[in-house]
């Protein structure tokens, strides 16, 4: 069975820096994405960042300069770096693993980030 366990969340005042992590543990595919979307309060959940298993990285536009992805591919963990937070950055960022080959998603239970002063 297939389990994400996030950590890292927490509160931090705007400019701040967190730096969130996502262990994968269970039977996985070598060929997946890893991601982190994220959902605040009557908003759809969004897409942050994404890697591949090659290391190929894709992110929203309003994290791109502040946040980075990145993967130990032997620790089946992927972690986001954000740093110059935002009060919008406020949510909750959820872990996700995408198995392209059967086009099935796995997801972490959710880590709250709050930016607030």
């Known amino acids: 069975q297939v389990q994400l366990v996030e950590s890292g969340g927490g509160w931090v005042q705007p400019g701040g820096s967190l730096r969130l992590s996502c262990v994968v543990t269970?039977?996985?595919?070598?060929?997946?994405?890893m991601g982190w979307y994220r959902q605040a309060p009557g908003k759809e959940r969004e897409l942050v960042a994404a890697?591949?298993?090659?290391?190929?990285?894709n992110y929203a536009d309003s994290v791109k300069g502040r946040f980075t992805i990145s993967r130990d591919n032997a620790k089946n963990t992927v972690y986001l770096q954000m740093n110059s937070l935002k009060t919008e950055d406020t949510a909750v960022y959820y872990c996700?693993?995408?198995?392209?080959?059967?086009?099935?998603?796995?997801w972490g239970q959710g880590t709250q980030v709050t930016v607030s002063s």
């Open positions: 890697i591949t298993a090659g290391f190929s990285t």
């Open positions: 996700n693993l995408h198995i392209p080959a059967s086009n099935y998603d796995h």
């Open positions: 269970g039977n996985i595919l070598t060929f997946n994405v």
